[in-house]
């Protein structure tokens, strides 16, 4: 057994697992945090994408044990004070989402990518950076539109805020 | 996944010493091959010694044409050290084009070149850079760290610490991923410099990485891609399975040699 500790979405918590758990079942079963989805279970789908010490990575390939001591950030961390994040917001309205499985792991994915490119994102870039997410349902062309404008408002309220 | 007993180790000598205490234990890196390998139970070490917290194994440094970059340190990281792409873009690009966001921001270099899978991509560029492999051991030229699919010259209890190489004039990679998993189906690495033209291929060879002299040869009196026009790649040494066959890939190593070649100018 470890002890994994960890800082999930500002709060810290502890817990005694069996040293096989992965990130993505400590989440879902040990804090019932069951945002963050599992959804092939291989490492390809990336339902289950979440920020460990500010990068995104695939919490069904990475033992519990293997994350103590880092700070975690989910989907459940993102929205503040009931206002959804720019991104949440983005892909509500242009429609990123019909089933909405992959959703987490896509938002996750997307908030990782504007932090590192700030607003000179494009298609073509987001494109390339989704390759670890997989969606079923809307044939990418809403999530790629939800991304892209919610890294101009991002980085347009960034520009405000220097200003 | 079966149980298994997870090791942090801080330093790489109490890493060498909790493999020593293991019976049947694995080194992990980055653990994006080891950790979905063990969750399809095709691989079950009783212990895993976790590398990745130990500080000395990270970072790239650049003197001059000098480079040496921790085995610990991420793709990510090689994809975007500005140091590294102003002598060697050739290998920020590779780096760039493994896998996916996630698996590089967790995978490392130390953690591909041990385990040499025969699709990997930095194989390839070890060889065509005439790098050296630093070990908690000894040093290996990567001519001699690659023995084979899945194989290399390490003991069980040896970890890669770095890779050091003289930075190329030129040099670039070229690869034809899998449509589906992204691993190289070929990809060819040629690099320019003071060892004379060096080309490592990936992904396509039936026995795991390796180099292609007749290329090497040809490129040696004219680096460009059609001196590599005359040449063939015997189908009888690539590998065959459903993704292609061994005639595809043999002119798939071509292409992208040629590829190569012409980006790396």
């Not at chain 1, 033992?63 to 206002?83: D, K, N, P, R």
């Not at chain 2, 589906?180 to 070929?186: D, I, K, L, N, V």
């Not at chain 2, 060819?188 to 090497?216: C, H, I, P, Q």
Request: a negative charge.
């Amino acid at each position: 057994m470890s002890k994994v500790e960890l800082t999930v979405n500002g709060r810290a918590v502890s817990a005694e697992v069996e040293d096989r758990t992965l990130l993505s079942q400590f989440l879902r079963e040990t804090l019932n945090m069951t945002g963050t989805h599992v959804g092939c279970d291989t490492s390809q789908c990336g339902a289950c994408v979440v920020h460990v010490d500010g990068k995104a990575v695939k919490s069904c390939t990475m033992l519990a044990a293997q994350a103590s001591g880092s700070e975690v950030t989910t989907i459940e961390g993102l929205a503040a004070g009931g206002a959804l994040h720019p991104v949440q917001a983005a892909f509500k309205e242009h429609h990123g989402l019909q089933c909405g499985f992959c959703t987490p792991g896509m938002i996750m994915s997307a908030v990782d990518m504007i932090n590192r490119y700030g607003g000179k994102l494009d298609e073509k870039t987001v494109r390339a950076e989704l390759e670890g997410n997989i969606c079923r349902c809307t044939g990418y062309h809403n999530i790629v539109k939800s991304i892209l404008a919610a890294a101009e408002e991002m980085s347009g309220a960034a520009k405000v805020a220097a200003e | 996944m079966y149980e298994t007993t997870y090791h942090r180790a801080g330093s790489v000598e109490e890493a060498v010493k909790l493999m020593g205490e293991a019976d049947g234990g694995k080194f992990v890196a980055g653990g994006q091959t080891l950790i979905p390998t063990m969750k399809q139970r095709l691989a079950a070490p009783d212990s895993l010694i976790d590398l990745r917290h130990i500080a000395d194994l990270k970072g790239i440094s650049v003197d001059g044409a000098n480079v040496r970059i921790g085995a610990g340190t991420t793709h990510y990281d090689v994809a975007n050290s500005a140091d590294l792409k102003a002598v060697c873009p050739g290998l920020c690009s590779l780096a760039s084009h493994i896998g996916d966001p996630q698996v590089r921001h967790m995978g490392t270099i130390g953690g591909s070149i041990s385990n040499n899978d025969p699709a990997a991509d930095y194989p390839s560029a070890m060889l065509a850079l005439g790098a050296t492999i630093h070990t908690s051991k000894r040093d290996i030229a990567a001519d001699d760290f690659f023995t084979g699919m899945f194989e290399t010259a390490l003991d069980e209890d040896e970890i890669v610490t770095a890779v050091s190489f003289t930075a190329p004039d030129a040099c670039a990679y070229s690869k034809f991923p899998n449509p589906a998993s992204r691993y190289a189906m070929a990809g060819v690495f040629v690099a320019k410099g003071g060892n004379g033209v060096r080309v490592g291929v990936t992904g396509a060879g039936n026995d795991g990485v390796y180099r292609w002299s007749d290329a090497e040869a040809a490129l040696s009196s004219d680096f460009s891609a059609g001196a590599l026009d005359g040449l063939s790649v015997d189908a009888g040494d690539m590998m065959e399975d459903l993704h292609g066959t061994a005639d595809y890939r043999a002119n798939l190593v071509k292409v992208m040699a040629k590829r190569a070649v012409a980006s790396a100018g």
